[in-house]
């Protein structure tokens, strides 16, 4: 893991070195190791390293081919690089190096763009192609790794991080007015190519883009379609298994120690309990190296620790408890708000925070986590209603009537809040849309009331699968993890988002993933044996939470009504006087109708715009 920048100056301008320097040193958190700079001309490249494979001065970057004409910055993993190296060296490719690095170099010169199709990891990368004059960027399937680009035809320019970029004169920090109405009024995040910057935007997943003089070209390079319903539920839930050990091996695959982020619930549990199979066959024991961290939150719902034991138990890999506090994340906030450089919807992102610096602490550099399981296997007790819809539309009367029997047995499914969203079926955001119209200033929101947000139609299971997928939950998601691991220089890798094994989830029919009221249903059948008993019958869900409701009326009424007197930004948005009075009488008595997450985006964006001098 690691942190890149570059300049591509069209028109010729040769680099300021100084600049780019500078840009480096912006993201020195990601990559404290080691460094680089190259430039020709009116190229300039920068590389912040973290080293985890192939710890020698071989991994230095930028690196170069053998024969100077390719310079590549990368940031990222390539799970497979053996297998591909020992391909490239059949093909006749060269290597001088043991990283990962000289792999995506080697296949580019052997395949061009399509080397992207053989790559298995997360990436963010750029080849300075001095043949062709040409720049060729790109990001993984998911957009795991971040990058961030600005370019008006006469400079290109691009970094992982965006405050790199805001250091370059020609990009200004004038906000992005449509992206600050959907987040206002939406609670929507990193739903599209724009960022909260006008200027910026990031590179979509899945997608290349080259550069040149001749223009600028962007293309998809992977896509994937939901439930082809090959496998029967026995073979389904073998193959689940075997794909999983797959995945769970190949990103075991560092030279540093790696650890786990472990919540107590199925996912991750599930990471840590099959990394400890796979271990015990390559060793005969447990792994010595690893260890496990988790939020704890005592005396409150949102304590796990029964559940963790249980995985410590049966494994006997240490843990590393954090008690996240509230004061502690108002002393923090503006630190956690440089790192994610755009706000965020709600304080569970501290819980995480928290948890890296641990890691880091602990002086491990690698974690892995189980973002991406609950959007493929529909671990939302949302997606019943798409599921029920599914099987009433097919007519299968009898399936759908025993599925709604199966939930009507369950108390903790009436308990769950998830259920409010499962039956919004044409709003997919809920009712905060009908709260927030009225906050807001009453020409902004003519403004772009009209725009319709291009997030596609969650028809049917399969759609709104692909849509939690590509735009509601895990591009958000995968942005908190990238900037809170990176913020103490760890890198976090998310095994349920290997391409391969998201194909073959996809391959699964819908009864594999929610069946007789269980959610995750083939990964509960294809790990028996593996997950502890108590974990693998689990059916409350938490995850990576913090008591924000408590922690909001504890620590934050006075500062977020403090700043609400005291605008600086978020006046030109909203109807003030509206917003005070509605918060005021909000938490002012017992009853709350609105929740703490409601306000608490207009209070983030405040501070964000203070972090960053927002125009």
């Not at 500078?22 to 020709?40: A, Q, V, W, Y």
């Not at 190296?85 to 052997?110: H, N």
């Not at 405050?163 to 370059?168: D, E, F």
């Not at 293309?219 to 050990?245: C, L, M, N, P, T």
Request: aromatic letters at 14%; a positive charge; proline letters at 4%.
């Amino acid at each position: 893991m690691c942190g890149i920048a570059g300049i591509f100056n069209l028109d010729g301008q040769l680099i300021d070195r100084s600049l780019l320097q500078r840009m480096s040193e912006s993201i020195k958190h990601r990559g404290p190791d080691d460094d680089g700079l190259f430039t020709l001309e009116n190229v300039g490249l920068v590389h912040r390293r973290l080293s985890i494979i192939d710890l020698s001065a071989g991994g230095h970057q930028p690196m170069h081919s053998h024969d100077g004409g390719l310079t590549i910055v990368f940031n990222g993993e390539i799970y497979n690089y053996p297998e591909l190296r020992k391909e490239l060296r059949s093909l006749g490719q060269p290597f001088r190096s043991q990283s990962d690095t000289e792999v995506i170099l080697q296949a580019y010169r052997q395949w061009g763009t399509d080397c992207l199709k053989k790559l298995s990891g997360m990436f963010s990368f750029a080849i300075w192609d001095q043949p062709q004059k040409q720049l060729f960027c790109a990001r993984d399937r998911f957009g795991i790794k971040p990058f961030y680009y600005f370019d008006d035809g006469v400079v290109f320019a691009f970094a992982s991080e965006m405050k790199a970029l805001l250091l370059h004169s020609k990009i200004s920090r004038q906000a992005n007015e449509e992206i600050i109405y959907d987040f206002l009024n939406w609670g929507m995040l990193d739903h599209t190519e724009n960022s909260f910057f006008a200027a910026i935007k990031q590179l979509p997943a899945a997608h290349y883009l080259l550069v040149s003089g001749q223009g600028f070209t962007l293309k998809k390079y992977w896509d994937f379609k939901v439930s082809r319903e090959i496998y029967d539920s026995v073979e389904g839930a073998e193959r689940f298994r075997e794909q999983f050990e797959r995945v769970i091996r190949r990103h075991l695959r560092s030279d540093v120690p790696v650890g786990f982020l472990l919540s107590g619930g199925l996912d991750s549990s599930a990471i840590v309990c099959m990394a400890d199979e796979v271990e015990k066959k390559r060793s005969g024991q447990s792994p010595e190296r690893r260890s496990t961290f988790s939020a704890h939150f005592p005396f409150t719902r949102l304590d796990e620790a029964p559940f963790i034991r249980e995985v410590l138990q049966q494994t006997g890999i240490p843990n590393h408890f954090v008690v996240p506090r509230a004061g502690a994340f108002l002393h923090e906030m503006d630190n956690l708000i440089y790192h994610q450089e755009e706000p965020f919807a709600g304080m569970s992102i501290y819980a995480q925070w928290c948890l890296m610096r641990e890691v880091r602490h602990q002086g491990v550099k690698v974690v892995l986590d189980g973002q991406g399981a609950d959007e493929q296997l529909c671990g939302y007790r949302k997606f019943y209603y798409f599921y029920l819809s599914e099987l009433l539309k097919r007519k299968q009367w009898s399936h759908a009537i025993r599925e709604a029997a199966s939930l009507l047995g369950s108390i903790s499914f009436f308990l769950d809040l998830q259920l409010r969203q499962a039956v919004q079926r044409y709003s997919l955001f809920g009712s905060n849309r009908a709260h927030s119209v009225d906050f807001l200033d009453a020409g902004f929101a003519r403004r772009y009331s009209g725009r319709e947000l291009p997030l596609g139609y969650a028809g049917n299971l399969a759609e709104r699968i692909k849509l939690d997928m590509t735009r509601f939950s895990i591009p958000v998601l995968l942005r908190h993890e990238d900037r809170n691991s990176m913020a103490f220089s760890v890198e976090s890798r998310v095994p349920f988002l290997d391409h391969e094994f998201v194909e073959f989830l996809a391959s699964l029919p819908f009864s594999q993933k929610m069946n007789s009221g269980w959610t995750k249903y083939v990964m509960r059948r294809g790990l028996s044996g593996v997950l502890p008993r108590k974990i693998q019958l689990r059916k409350s869900k938490l995850g990576f939470q913090v008591p924000e409701d408590a922690w909001f009326r504890k620590i934050l009424l006075e500062p977020v009504s403090k700043t609400f007197r005291n605008t600086r930004f978020i006046d030109r948005f909203v109807n003030l006087n509206t917003l005070k009075k509605s918060f005021a009488a909000d938490f002012g008595g017992k009853i709350t109708r609105r929740p703490a997450s409601f306000y608490f985006r207009f209070f983030i964006l405040e501070h964000w715009a203070r972090v960053f001098q927002v125009d």
